[in-house]
């Protein structure tokens, strides 16, 4: 039954382990027994944090043999999880992909995002696999090999939490934790037929992982479904003075508002450069979801590409200040094209970050209009589906473009200005993969898309089936 169950979604495996139908030991053995089986294929961990699981899990029945109460009514009691390795978890060394840091003293304490999943009855089953640094949209990653996709494993899984939406895919894990700077979320979700959150910048702490770029980065849930992102994102919501981004905001639950549905939402389908970029099946699925929702309205947003293109600047210019030190010490420790964008990063003249910045300000504003006509915004994740493994090129209507850096062609723009986005998979527009659209509300308002996914997901246009790997 633990094994079935571990297919099921997270309110399923908790409302069984609350009942006594199955032990939260049991379930952790079915994920760990799971990624035994399964990860020599996907390669989604680079460790498996065995042991712990299984303590925690323990610790869990025995409370609910005992009968306590605040136990019982723990929303993840019992769900196995993951995170990417960029958050700290204590004991072990936090690498975010790379070699560098394997030389550096393990973690004091788990992320404060862990926390609150372990404080909402998760269980801790490992870390996950990534680009190095968070830098890329492939988890092609040199050190650790390449995560595969589950469902054709030929194919990337997309970056950089690849790992993280690998698993959740794979049937691994129902929930996972990974980062967006650029995409990262949104990329591996679109390509792996998940669904990811980046929420709104400053609304969850990023102290606990290690950064790839401060003023752009977010952190964020993975899961196979609507209720289950809800549940997760739920969990960890809250204040943490420790990240002076973080906004102190009151706790906005999102899951009980789920069942509205679109109700008094008014969505538009973003055109323009998001219909330009995106490839034949990247727009039928953008089509289709229109569809579902009774037909949208088309709205443009201006100068899209120069967003994407600030979008780069500062990433390249902020993630590089962060390695200068490595860059001149230990350069061939670097993954090569890692390495080679930080590089490019540092040499990046100061005044064209300002004007960066300047043009993101503006982008912000321009973002802040538009949404003030409309609630929902509805757009293509990724321009293609999953590409294969070592691709140097993707072809986006008749064009050639760059794989790495083009898979986050439609996610960069939505980074630079902050805003909330939930990734949700369309399956039968791609002849054997699946390929996301982009649901993007305006800031603090995740429960909008998060409403839309689930209406979405009620009506059977998007879903996240597990991958067939055993």
């Known amino acids: ?13 908790a409302a069984a382990v609350r009942a006594g139908e199955v032990s939260a030991e049991a379930v952790a053995q079915a994920s760990l027994a799971r990624i035994e089986a399964t990860d020599g294929t996907v390669n989604a961990f680079t460790e498996v944090t065995a042991t712990r699981a299984l303590a925690t899990a323990r610790s869990l029945d025995a409370r609910i043999a005992a009968g306590d109460a605040g136990t019982l009514a723990l929303p993840l009691l019992g769900v196995p999880y993951a995170v990417k390795n960029l958050f700290d978890i204590e004991g072990l060394t936090t690498l975010a992909g790379s070699r560098i840091e394997r030389g550096k003293p393990p973690a004091k304490a788990d992320g404060p995002l862990l ?3 372990e404080a909402a009855g998760a269980v801790l089953v490992g870390a996950q ?13 040199s050190h650790e090999g390449p995560t595969r996709n589950p469902h054709d494993p030929a194919r990337v899984a997309g970056g950089s939490s690849g790992g993280s939406a690998a698993s959740v895919a794979a049937g691994q894990v129902p929930l996972a934790l990974g980062s967006d700077t650029n995409g990262s979320i949104r990329v591996p979700s679109s390509l792996c037929g998940i669904f990811g959150l980046k929420p709104t910048y400053g609304r969850l702490p990023r102290n606990g992982s290690y950064p790839f770029v401060a003023s752009l980065d977010h952190l964020g849930p993975f899961a196979r479904s609507a209720q289950d992102l809800a549940l997760a994102y739920d969990a960890i919501q809250g204040h943490d003075a420790a990240d002076p981004a973080c906004v102190r905001r009151p ?67 902020e993630g590089a200040a962060l390695h200068l030190e490595d860059l001149r010490r230990r350069p061939q420790d670097f993954e090569p094209l890692s390495r080679d964008r930080f590089l490019a990063g540092a040499l990046i003249p100061a005044a064209w970050v300002i004007q960066a910045q300047k043009l993101r300000r503006w982008f912000a504003l321009r973002a802040a209009e ?3 006509e409309v609630d929902v915004l509805i757009a293509p994740a990724t321009p293609v589906a999953a590409p294969d493994i070592g691709s140097e090129w993707i072809d986006i209507n008749g064009q050639r473009f760059a794989a790495r850096p083009s898979l986050g062609l439609l996610t960069q723009p939505i980074s630079c200005i902050g805003l909330p986005v939930c990734a949700a998979p369309v399956w039968g527009v791609h002849p054997s993969m ?22 979405l997901e009620q009506a059977g246009v998007v879903q996240a089936p597990i991958a067939r790997l055993v």
């Open 370 to 372: 538009l949404l003030r």
């Open 1 to 13: 039954m633990s094994e079935a169950l571990l297919l099921q979604n997270a309110g399923s495996i």
């Open 434 to 455: 699946p390929i996301g659209v982009q649901i993007i509300a305006a800031p603090w308002r995740e429960d909008h898309a998060l409403r839309i996914a689930h209406a």
């Open 129 to 141: 696999n990534m680009d190095e640094y968070a830098y890329g949209f492939t988890t092609e990653n």
């Open 115 to 117: 926390k609150r999943l």
């Open 251 to 317: 706790l906005e639950p999102a899951a009980p508002l789920l069942s509205l549905g679109r109700r008094g939402l008014r969505v538009a389908q973003l055109t323009g450069y998001f219909h330009d970029m995106a490839g034949r099946e990247a727009r039928a699925a953008v089509a289709r979801v229109a569809e579902a929702l009774g037909g949208l309205p088309k709205v443009e947003l201006p100068e899209v590409a120069r967003a994407r293109a600030a979008a780069f600047l500062i990433s390249n210019a």
